[in-house]
Nanobody, 126 residues
Framework: QVQLVESGGGLVQAGGSLRLSCAAS????????MGWFRQAPGKEREFVAA????????YYADSVKGRFTISRDSAKNTVSLQMNSLKPEDTAVYYC???????????????????WGQGTQVTVSS
């Protein structure tokens, strides 16, 4: 059974940092694109960052570019999201996702992804 488990969320003051991790199990994810999405109360789930299976191409939402960094360790089946200079508007539940179609160009669309974690709460206080 495929499982994605996020960790690392919490409460942090504006300007602070958090590092989210996603551990994948159930199969080898080295050929999967991996993404991070977030959802704030009353809002739709939105794209944050994605990394291709090879790790060679990375995508960011404009709102986090320059502050967040996505990385993966295919040998360990993990993907991480380093979040710096956090803002109150970054407050949301953050989800890890995996996409079997390594050739897709639609990495920013939530509907592209086949597997999702349960989410981890990130709260940034002002």
């Amino acid at each position: 059974q495929v499982q994605l488990v996020e960790s690392g969320g919490g409460l942090v003051q504006a300007g602070g940092s958090l590092r989210l991790s996603c551990a994948a199990s159930g199969r080898t994810f080295s050929n999967y694109n991996m993404g991070w999405f977030r959802q704030a109360p009353g809002k739709e789930r939105e794209f944050v960052a994605a990394i291709r299976w090879s790790g060679g191409t990375i995508y960011y939402a404009d709102s986090v570019k320059g502050r967040f960094t996505i990385s993966r360790d295919s040998a360990k089946n993990t993907v991480s999201l380093q979040m710096n200079s956090l803002k109150p508007e970054d407050t949301a539940v953050y989800y890890c996702a995996a996409d079997r179609d390594s050739l897709t160009l639609r990495v920013r669309l939530a509907s592209t992804y086949d597997y999702w974690g349960q989410g981890t709460q990130v709260t940034v206080s002002s």
